[in-house]
T-cell receptor, first 112, second 112 residues
Framework: KQEVTQIPAALSVPEGENLVLNCSFT??????LQWFRQDPGKGLTSLLL?????REQTSGRLNASLDKSSGRSTLYIAASQPGDSATYLC???????????FGKGTKLTVNP | NAGVMQNPRHLVRRRGQEARLRCSPM?????VYWYRQLPEEGLKFMVY????????ESGMPKERFSAEFPKEGPSILRIQQVVRGDSAAYFC??????????FGPGTRLTVT
């Protein structure tokens, strides 16, 4: 059974800092991995999708990497801003099934 | 191009009543997924549907819960005889085959 873990559960940083969020999964037979952002009381916004054959994806100040063999992904946020404050969720889909298995998220606070 | 739409956004039901949650996928998306987010817990997969077919319902409670995605109209998640433990945020997502999932804003169900 696939399990996804995100560390740390919460992170508080000053504005401008570069930071890394971690995601690990127990079964490396994934089809893809997605990073999402969730604001309080809101839905999920897709940030980056990495296919299992890819090593990384970039969008603006965000860079996500995937090491399938070790069951790890990282989300790197450069030059953090207060508007980046949100909960970041990692989710994987298995080959043969399109459902997503989510971690519990990392709650990020960027202080002005 | 409108995103995934869910209604209602908030729903209050008394114990024993029925709850009906609706989801309209993004244009061109044939796959619909339902997830549930309980307070202080991560998102959990419930069911995956394509038009007129349930593909994977491994996350659905065996009783009181049902889902459909008819040929015409939105996908419906139906909860019969609601109990307090059903209080949660219910999210719908849609996608093209084997592609990125896009989430709706969610329906927050409160059972009193």
């Amino acid at each position: 059974k696939q399990e996804v873990t995100q560390i740390p559960a919460a992170l508080s940083v000053p504005e401008g800092e570069n930071l890394v969020l971690n995601c690990s999964f127990t079964d490396s037979a994934i089809y893809n991995l997605q990073w999402f952002r969730q604001d309080p009381g809101k839905g999920l916004t897709s940030l980056l999708l990495i296919q299992s054959s890819q090593r990384e994806q970039t969008s603006g100040r965000l860079n996500a990497s995937l090491d399938k063999s070790s069951g790890r992904s990282t989300l790197y946020i450069a030059a953090s801003q207060p508007g980046d404050s949100a909960t970041y969720l990692c989710a994987v889909s298995q080959g043969g099934s399109e459902k997503l298995v989510f971690g519990k998220g990392t709650k990020l606070t960027v202080n002005p | 191009n409108a995103g995934v739409m869910q209604n209602p956004r908030h729903l209050v039901r008394r114990r024993g009543q029925e709850a009906r949650l609706r989801c309209s996928p993004m244009k061109g998306h044939s796959h619909v997924y339902w997830y549930r987010q309980l307070p202080e817990e991560g998102l959990k997969f419930m069911v995956y549907l394509q038009k007129e077919n349930i593909i994977d319902e491994s996350g659905m409670p065996k009783e009181r819960f049902s889902a459909e995605f008819p040929k015409e109209g939105p996908s419906i998640l139906r909860i019969q005889q609601v109990v307090r433990g059903d209080s949660a945020a219910y999210f719908c997502a849609s996608s093209r085959p084997l592609s990125e999932q896009y989430f709706g804003p969610g329906t927050r169900l409160t059972v009193t």
